[in-house]
Nanobody, 123 residues
Framework: EVQVVESGGGLVQAGGSLRLSCAASGFTFDEYAIGWYRQAPGKERERVSFISSSDDITYYEDSVKGRFTISSDTAKNTVYLQMNSLNVEDTGVYYC????????????????WGQGTLVTVSS
């Protein structure tokens, strides 16, 4: 079965850290651009970060640059998002998604996406 499964969300105080994981299965992991987008209540979906081994690209939305770090472990078919210095504006459901390439990911033309994991940052 082709799928990605997110984990690692939770409740954290502002200034704290969380690490999200995205476990991929059923497809060739390193042939896709894989990353994270988020959606806060009442707001539109927002790109966060992705990594593309084939395109040799790592992307961060401006709002998370310097605070979030994306990484991948091809042996485990898993992508991680280390989130530091979290603030209330980072609250939302974080979704892992895979796209055919970096351009598709930037355009949010996802081929595979998960159910999401909730991140709540309290003030």
């Amino acid at each position: 079965e082709v799928q990605v499964v997110e984990s690692g969300g939770g409740l954290v105080q502002a200034g704290g850290s969380l690490r999200l994981s995205c476990a991929a299965s059923g497809f060739t992991f390193d042939e896709y651009a894989i990353g994270w987008y988020r959606q806060a209540p009442g707001k539109e979906r927002e790109r966060v970060s992705f990594i593309s081994s084939s395109d040799d690209i790592t992307y961060y939305e401006d709002s998370v640059k310097g605070r979030f770090t994306i990484s991948s472990d091809t042996a485990k078919n898993t992508v991680y998002l280390q989130m530091n210095s979290l603030n209330v504006e980072d609250t939302g459901v974080y979704y892992c998604a895979a796209a055919h390439d970096a351009i598709a990911w930037l355009g949010q033309y996802f081929d595979i996406w998960g159910q999401g994991t909730l991140v709540t940052v309290s003030s």
